[in-house]
């Protein structure tokens, strides 16, 4: 089975900061990885598919990066309504995996 | 607009069964791979099981083997996860998720697993 190391955990950070959340698998996945946002009781909502590719909808300062073995989501600028938890998901191979998530928490 | 709508969850003692139901609409259901995942109270999501187009794979996570059962009715445009000799751990929140990079989810349905 493919692990998805999520790091960090949990994170304090205050408007306007850049953030940067990584995914390491344990084997190649190619860029078969998807990031998600969940706010606390809501649905999660994809933000970034096949690694770098931004979902139609989502603002511009979220992006994705990576390819392999290591991926980023990145934050330019955090925003209010962007403090939440962040899920990685590798879809290269069965079992499909989730990383662990990072908490977002306001500074 | 696409949409999923979960259904069937409750309360069920250790042991017991359920059956949960999602209805889909707004897109081809018929040619849309789909998937279940789990959220348990507090905790990170996870995947459980994907079945193809007209049903001839189904995969699972190891933890539900031989426990749960992955089926659609593309006539229904419905998705459907028996679950059978539930245990206390598999309490949880049950998304449906179109599999296209899981890019729609419903609402999702609760599955308490208690005595």
């Known amino acids: 089975d493919i692990q998805m190391t999520q790091s960090p955990s949990a994170m304090s950070a205050s408007v306007g900061d850049r953030v940067t959340i990584t995914c390491r698998a344990s084997?190649?996945?190619?860029?078969?990885l998807a990031w998600f946002q969940q706010k606390p009781g809501k649905v999660p909502k994809r933000l970034i598919y096949t690694a770098s590719s931004l979902q139609s909808g989502v603002p511009s300062r979220f992006s994705g990066s990576g390819s392999g073995t290591e991926f980023t989501l990145t934050i330019s600028s955090l925003q209010p309504e962007d403090f939440a938890t962040y899920y990685c998901?590798?879809?290269?191979?069965?079992?499909?995996?989730f990383g662990g998530g990072t908490k977002v928490e306001i500074k | 607009e696409v949409q999923l709508v979960e259904s069937g969850g409750g309360l069920v003692q250790p042991g017991g069964s359920l059956r949960l139901s999602c209805a889909a609409s707004?897109?081809?259901?018929?040619?849309?791979?789909m998937t279940w995942v789990r959220q348990a109270p507090g905790k990170g999501l996870e995947w459980v099981a994907n079945?193809?187009?007209?049903?001839?794979?189904?995969y699972y996570v190891d933890s539900v083997k031989g426990r749960f059962t992955i089926s659609r009715d593309n006539a229904k445009n419905s998705l459907y996860l028996q679950m059978n000799s539930l245990r206390v751990e598999d309490t949880a929140v049950y998304y449906c998720?179109?599999?296209?990079?899981?890019?729609?989810w419903g609402q999702g349905t609760t599955v308490t697993v208690s005595s």
């Open positions: 707004g897109f081809t259901f018929s040619s849309s791979w």
């Open positions: 079945i193809k187009e007209h049903g001839s794979e189904k």
């Open positions: 998901l590798q879809l290269y191979s069965y079992p499909l995996t």
């Open positions: 998720v179109r599999y296209r990079g899981m890019d729609v």
């Open positions: 084997q190649g996945i190619s860029n078969y």
